[in-house]
Nanobody
Framework: QVQLVESGGGLVQAGGSLRLSCVASGRTFSIYAMGWFRQAPGKEREFVARIAWTGDITYYADSVKGRFTISRDNAKNTMYLQMNSLKPEDTALYYC????????????WGQGTQVTVSS
């Protein structure tokens, strides 16, 4: 099992920045990739970004490309999401997720951290 705990959410004005963190514990050696997802009220959960646990491969949703940056610190078992130029439509509950065992299937999930962007 892998446990994930997010932090860093909050209320910010449009154009502002936030950095989310996700700390992984447990069977972290099994992690193949990690990612961020978000879910706004009344909408389905959507992919935001992902990063390989080794190497530098990253992938972003078009809606956040150029504004968000995903990174990780393996020594701290921590993944980050730097969010700049935030927009009201970025308001959502942001989830951290991990894909284990060499497959890009996100199996483990955190509890979420709320990001609210005011206009």
């Amino acid at each position: 099992q892998v446990q994930l705990v997010e932090s860093g959410g909050g209320l910010v004005q449009a154009g502002g920045s936030l950095r989310l963190s996700c700390v992984a514990s447990g069977r972290t050696f099994s992690i193949y990739a990690m990612g961020w997802f978000r879910q706004a009220p009344g909408k389905e959960r959507e992919f935001v970004a992902r990063i390989a646990w080794t190497g530098d491969i990253t992938y972003y949703a078009d809606s956040v490309k150029g504004r968000f940056t995903i990174s990780r610190d393996n020594a701290k078992n921590t993944m980050y999401l730097q969010m700049n130029s935030l927009k009201p439509e970025d308001t959502a509950l942001y989830y951290c997720s991990a894909a284990p065992n060499g497959r890009l299937e996100f199996t483990y999930w955190g509890q979420g951290t709320q990001v609210t962007v005011s206009s």
